[in-house]
């Protein structure tokens, strides 16, 4: 991701809908998995690995970018700069990695998925988020430099080759989908959706999102999918 949009992320993501929702996801998922070592791949600021931290985990960022890395040691977490499709880590390490809208973002995601198959330890889980569908493509994922929009068929695949059992594959962000699509559509619409919005439309957003931890909404068209897998 660029430098300017990991900075202007870490601005926002404490308070954005968007972020906290996804946050909220996270910390939901390790309620059903024991705690021990996690890598964030691609963590940018940091933000999704004080999350594994506030839920006992013990946690180790991964970035590339100079910047973002630099963001999260000044939030004091642990962090390494390195590339995803070469992990700076020993074998059978780690018992959760997870990698929050970052694979999109890299040519060989193959490789990537497949370090993270080697870095995890016989039992170990993996989390995952992406974006969804390539009918979304727009302006939007050329200005956060997105090589690709996934299908449920498709981040599916990429895990199974490298040998993962797949625990979950579920939609995110359905009920705002039809409102996304609307949006980039528009011939106006340039740049990235991920940015400040008023305080009551940040709050309506994001009781809109969090509706969805309630409502049968994993198997319907969304704008994120989100993907848990498990090494044997």
Not at 65 to 80: C, F, P, Q, T, Y
Not at 118 to 136: M, N, Q, S, T
């Amino acid at each position: 991701m660029d430098p300017v949009e990991i900075k202007q992320m870490a601005e926002i993501e404490e308070n954005h809908w968007w972020f906290r929702e996804r946050r909220a996801l996270i910390a939901r998922e390790l309620k059903n998995l024991p705690t021990g070592c996690a890598l964030d791949i691609g963590a940018a600021a940091g933000r999704n690995t004080t999350v594994l931290e506030e839920a006992g985990w013990q946690s180790f960022a991964l970035e590339y970018d100079e910047s973002g890395a630099a963001l999260a040691k000044s939030r004091g977490i642990n962090v390494m700069r390195g590339d995803a499709t070469r992990l700076p880590v020993p074998d059978n390490h780690f018992d959760l990695a997870i990698s929050y809208d970052v694979l999109e973002h890299i040519a060989d995601d193959v490789a990537v998925v497949e370090e993270i198959k080697r870095v995890l330890k016989p039992g170990g889980h993996v989390l995952i988020a992406v974006p969804a569908d390539p009918r979304l493509w727009s302006e939007h994922d050329v200005a956060v430099s997105h090589l690709r929009r996934y299908t449920r068929e498709s981040l599916s695949k990429l895990f199974e080759e490298a040998g993962f059992v797949i625990e979950e594959v579920k939609s995110w962000n359905v009920l705002l989908r039809p409102v996304v699509a609307w949006k980039r559509r528009r011939p106006s619409n340039t740049g990235s959706d991920i940015k400040a919005v008023s305080a009551p439309l940040n709050r309506a957003l994001h009781i809109v999102v969090a509706m969805e931890r309630y409502l049968p909404t994993g198997k319907l068209p969304g704008v994120s999918l989100m993907l848990r897998a498990r090494v044997d």
